[in-house]
Nanobody, 126 residues
Framework: QVQLVESGGGLVQAGGSLRLSCAASRLTFSGHSMAWFRQAPGTDREVVAA????????YYGDSVTGRFTISRDNAKSTVYLQMNSLKPEDTAVYYC???????????????????WGQGTQVTVSS
Protein backbone atom coordinates (compact mmCIF):
# COMPACT_ATOMS: atom_id res chain seq x y z
CA GLN A 1 0.00 0.00 0.00
CA VAL A 2 1.37 3.38 -1.03
CA GLN A 3 2.14 5.74 1.83
CA LEU A 4 2.84 9.45 1.79
CA VAL A 5 3.87 10.90 5.13
CA GLU A 6 4.15 14.66 5.57
CA SER A 7 6.17 16.40 8.25
CA GLY A 8 7.48 19.85 9.09
CA GLY A 9 4.28 21.74 9.77
CA GLY A 10 3.81 23.94 12.79
CA LEU A 11 3.24 27.43 14.09
CA VAL A 12 5.31 30.29 12.73
CA GLN A 13 5.11 34.07 12.78
CA ALA A 14 4.34 36.04 9.65
CA GLY A 15 7.49 36.54 7.61
CA GLY A 16 8.99 33.29 8.83
CA SER A 17 9.84 30.07 7.01
CA LEU A 18 8.97 26.40 7.18
CA ARG A 19 10.10 23.39 5.20
CA LEU A 20 7.63 20.59 4.62
CA SER A 21 8.73 17.10 3.70
CA CYS A 22 6.77 14.21 2.23
CA ALA A 23 8.31 10.77 2.34
CA ALA A 24 6.86 8.22 -0.06
CA SER A 25 6.97 4.47 0.21
CA ARG A 26 5.79 1.52 -1.83
CA LEU A 27 5.72 3.35 -5.14
CA THR A 28 8.18 3.99 -7.95
CA PHE A 29 8.87 7.51 -6.82
CA SER A 30 10.81 8.61 -9.90
CA GLY A 31 7.84 7.73 -12.08
CA HIS A 32 5.35 9.83 -10.15
CA SER A 33 4.59 13.51 -10.39
CA MET A 34 4.30 15.11 -6.97
CA ALA A 35 2.37 18.06 -5.62
CA TRP A 36 1.46 20.00 -2.54
CA PHE A 37 -2.12 21.13 -2.01
CA ARG A 38 -3.61 23.02 0.89
CA GLN A 39 -7.02 23.47 2.38
CA ALA A 40 -8.18 26.04 4.89
CA PRO A 41 -11.46 25.67 6.78
CA GLY A 42 -14.44 26.46 4.57
CA THR A 43 -12.41 26.58 1.37
CA ASP A 44 -11.70 24.23 -1.51
CA ARG A 45 -8.44 22.35 -1.73
CA GLU A 46 -6.02 24.35 -3.89
CA VAL A 47 -2.76 23.53 -5.56
CA VAL A 48 0.31 25.08 -3.98
CA ALA A 49 3.08 23.60 -6.10
CA ALA A 50 3.78 20.61 -8.31
CA UNK A 51 6.77 18.98 -9.94
CA UNK A 52 6.71 16.60 -12.87
CA UNK A 53 8.01 13.06 -12.60
CA UNK A 54 10.72 13.92 -15.11
CA UNK A 55 11.89 16.95 -13.08
CA UNK A 56 11.54 19.08 -16.17
CA UNK A 57 8.81 21.39 -14.93
CA UNK A 58 7.55 22.95 -11.72
CA TYR A 59 4.29 24.79 -11.21
CA TYR A 60 3.13 27.16 -8.50
CA GLY A 61 -0.14 28.62 -7.38
CA ASP A 62 -0.43 32.34 -7.99
CA SER A 63 -0.51 33.19 -4.30
CA VAL A 64 2.80 31.46 -3.51
CA THR A 65 4.89 32.21 -6.58
CA GLY A 66 8.20 33.72 -5.57
CA ARG A 67 7.84 32.62 -1.94
CA PHE A 68 7.57 28.81 -2.08
CA THR A 69 9.85 26.30 -3.77
CA ILE A 70 9.08 22.66 -4.50
CA SER A 71 11.88 20.16 -4.93
CA ARG A 72 12.30 16.40 -4.95
CA ASP A 73 15.01 13.93 -4.10
CA ASN A 74 14.36 10.72 -6.00
CA ALA A 75 17.10 8.90 -4.12
CA LYS A 76 15.24 9.55 -0.86
CA SER A 77 11.72 9.25 -2.33
CA THR A 78 10.96 12.60 -0.78
CA VAL A 79 9.42 15.83 -1.99
CA TYR A 80 9.93 19.12 -0.19
CA LEU A 81 8.17 22.45 0.03
CA GLN A 82 10.29 25.36 1.20
CA MET A 83 7.99 28.14 2.36
CA ASN A 84 9.43 31.60 2.89
CA SER A 85 7.86 34.96 3.72
CA LEU A 86 4.85 33.20 5.19
CA LYS A 87 1.60 35.11 5.56
CA PRO A 88 -1.42 34.48 7.79
CA GLU A 89 -3.38 33.55 4.67
CA ASP A 90 -1.03 30.61 4.15
CA THR A 91 -2.59 28.96 7.21
CA ALA A 92 -4.05 25.62 6.14
CA VAL A 93 -3.61 21.88 6.20
CA TYR A 94 -0.99 21.00 3.62
CA TYR A 95 -1.30 17.72 1.74
CA CYS A 96 1.22 15.83 -0.33
CA UNK A 97 -0.09 14.06 -3.43
CA UNK A 98 1.33 11.71 -6.05
CA UNK A 99 0.28 10.30 -9.37
CA UNK A 100 2.05 8.58 -12.24
CA UNK A 101 3.52 10.81 -14.92
CA UNK A 102 1.18 13.78 -14.81
CA UNK A 103 2.25 16.79 -16.80
CA UNK A 104 0.95 20.14 -17.93
CA UNK A 105 -2.35 21.39 -16.61
CA UNK A 106 -3.26 17.96 -15.22
CA UNK A 107 -0.74 18.64 -12.45
CA UNK A 108 -2.94 21.40 -11.07
CA UNK A 109 -6.13 19.41 -10.47
CA UNK A 110 -6.50 17.49 -7.21
CA UNK A 111 -8.82 14.96 -8.82
CA UNK A 112 -5.94 13.71 -10.99
CA UNK A 113 -3.91 12.49 -8.03
CA UNK A 114 -4.12 8.87 -6.92
CA UNK A 115 -2.31 9.00 -3.61
CA TRP A 116 -2.57 11.44 -0.71
CA GLY A 117 -0.88 11.98 2.61
CA GLN A 118 -2.71 12.64 5.85
CA GLY A 119 -1.84 16.33 5.89
CA THR A 120 0.19 18.59 8.14
CA GLN A 121 -1.08 21.78 9.77
CA VAL A 122 0.65 25.06 9.01
CA THR A 123 -0.40 28.05 11.10
CA VAL A 124 0.98 31.52 10.48
CA SER A 125 0.34 34.11 13.17
CA SER A 126 0.19 37.82 12.46
Amino acid sequence: QVQLVESGGGLVQAGGSLRLSCAASRLTFSGHSMAWFRQAPGTDREVVAAVTWSLIRTYYGDSVTGRFTISRDNAKSTVYLQMNSLKPEDTAVYYCAASPQLSGVTLLESTNYLYWGQGTQVTVSS
